[in-house]
């Protein structure tokens, strides 16, 4: 039912734009667009508790999925979940601790706990994102897109070796530097996870399926090309089976960008560190490109907003032949909790307004 | 009597490097060489109180300036100072609160601040620094260079604006965006000083300066062409009436390295996020490079640190040509607390060892 051509939003800007047919104007969504940015997403955490309260809830995560549309008249919906909920189902024990983002109890350190993951169950084990997605479609409406999404094989192994953020990466790294066939084991099985994960959420409703790679720029090439490129292209390969589009983000993906165009994905999302008009130019019409305005752009002044959106369209316009066809306008990264809806309603209107034709 | 040519130091491995001439070995020093890995170190630190207290006197600055000589064989020393010692001249108030970070007491945030700014007296003001830098002279084997060095102008106007660290640079660069008028004043005073503080610290007795461009890569890149690279230039081109080697380096510098070769640097330090083979054939002769393995690679074991020293100083000989001149081997950024001095002692005897011939 929720299958490409028939479903009510084959034909919206969002997926168009994934297609690079023709659109009215360009489609715009952002990252973290549900987000304590907004009062109405602080109401619902509060109210539920927690994070981990609120995404574990089908039907708080749908009420946050939809609250910034209700605001603002975004192209896409974005599943509201969290970006370690695989390794949690794994067996890592995910939890918050109040200004220090995510931790794992028992992080995973070597070959003998590596040895001992296996694939979730998406049904159960991950019920609560499946019914999440499904209470989404239902209650999204049916021309608006919604975005399944998870994180990168490498940017989830970040957080399982480390057990929570880090400045340097030190023991993932030192991982794959000490035992490299470790390392390719806990990705290979990772990949399957994340692989099943994005299959069932596409599954469940969503009609696209974005990977988050936020850490494979802490990469050197050598490494990148090693233990995070393979697994971007065998999950933008294996999905490429199920007729929906892929999204592969990267952050600090700039100088892979040439591997990225080749791996099979539909669409490849870039931070503000390289220009839209170089990274179209590279591109030549063989994939989309999202991205990629800086989010701290947000802090200047609606007029100001306004200049740099208006830029960073014509830069995708000048790098690709003088067409808006194949952009989806989004931020380089999230937003961040500090930053003015207002700001963000300016930068939502005029991507539509200046691009409409 | 520090000048050039007829100095001890002027036949040394590290300068030769720079002037891209043959040398015996590839030269090596690592960015914060002088630091919280070390016991002694640690010891002297618990002795000043604070690493401000520290910092401010002479006497201990020289003492863990040579500290890691005491330990490594390395190629040139780097004086012991803070990054933030120019502002802090100026009036804003530096502090540290513990496991924060550095922080100013009074922030720049508007035009009216801008104004008041002017650059400070080197032999008053900052007269810790020139006196350090003289006792470490003294102190110093005559052979070994000394490495002075400041914060980019960018650099130093985010740590000014943001009133310390920060994660997405929101502050600073809403008043880039909003008021680049403003934005201008500031990083032309704050150029003018460093320039000031980099020739008082060459006349002090340092053979080379090294201007760190720690938070360049935060910015896009018509950002970093308006807010960061002007300045940088202006630095290389009016240090180099001084006859002084002037080292460049910059987090995420990659994207601009064919700017930054015709900066009129001597040399250009990189991260590791672009190989050196790389930089070194856009470089094609006309600088010498400073870099640039993964600090995070002193993680690993020391026979995994020595093949990855062999694969960093290959890399740079494949670029330049089959010839190891002017490479200055260096970390891609600065080392952590908790690294073992048993690793930097294996990286740089591999570095010494395999470049030699």
Chains 1, 2 share one sequence.
Request: aromatic share 8%.
């Amino acid at each position: 039912m929720n299958s490409a051509s028939n479903h009510p939003a084959f034909n919206s800007r969002f997926l168009r734009a994934l297609r690079r047919e023709t659109v009215d104007a360009t489609p715009v969504w952002l990252m973290r667009q549900a987000g304590r940015y907004l009062p109405e997403y602080r109401a619902t955490r509060a109210a539920a508790g927690s994070f981990l309260a609120m995404a574990k809830n089908p039907e708080l995560a749908c009420e946050v999925t939809l609250q910034p549309l209700r605001r603002f008249p975004l192209d896409a919906a974005i599943l509201f979940s969290d970006i370690l909920t695989v390794p949690d189902a794994m067996g890592l024990g995910l939890y918050f601790v109040e200004g220090e983002g995510p931790k794992f109890e028992r992080p995973v350190r070597d070959a003998a706990a590596i040895a001992n993951l296996a694939v979730p169950d998406m049904e159960t084990e991950l019920r609560y994102v499946c019914d999440a997605v499904r209470t989404i479609r239902r209650e999204l409406d049916p021309a608006i897109p919604l975005i399944g999404f998870s994180g990168s094989p490498w940017t989830l192994a970040c957080y399982m070796v480390e057990g929570g953020g880090s400045d340097n990466f030190g023991k993932v790294k030192a991982l794959a530097l000490n035992d490299p066939a470790a390392m390719h084991r806990l990705l290979e099985v990772v990949t399957d996870a994340v692989i099943a994960y994005l299959s069932a959420q596409r599954a469940a409703g969503a009609q696209a399926l974005q990977v988050f790679d936020t850490w494979g720029g802490v990469l050197s090439p050598a490494m990148y090309r090693a233990f995070s490129l393979p697994y971007l292209t065998r999950i933008a390969r294996e999905l490429k089976r199920n007729d929906v589009p892929v999204i592969l983000f990267g952050k600090g993906n700039a100088p892979y960008l040439d591997d990225l165009f080749a791996s099979g994905a539909d669409a490849i999302g870039v931070d503000w560190t390289v220009t839209l008009e170089d990274a179209a130019r590279r591109a030549n019409g063989r994939v989309a490109l999202q991205g990629n305005l800086d989010p701290a752009m947000l802090y200047g002044n609606p007029d100001a907003i306004r200049a740099q959106v208006q830029a960073t369209l014509d830069s995708y316009r000048d790098g690709n032949g003088g067409s808006r066809e194949g952009h989806v306008f989004n931020l380089g990264h999230g937003l961040s909790p500090d930053m003015n809806p207002e700001h963000v309603a300016a930068l939502v209107d005029e991507v539509h307004r200046y691009s409409a034709r």
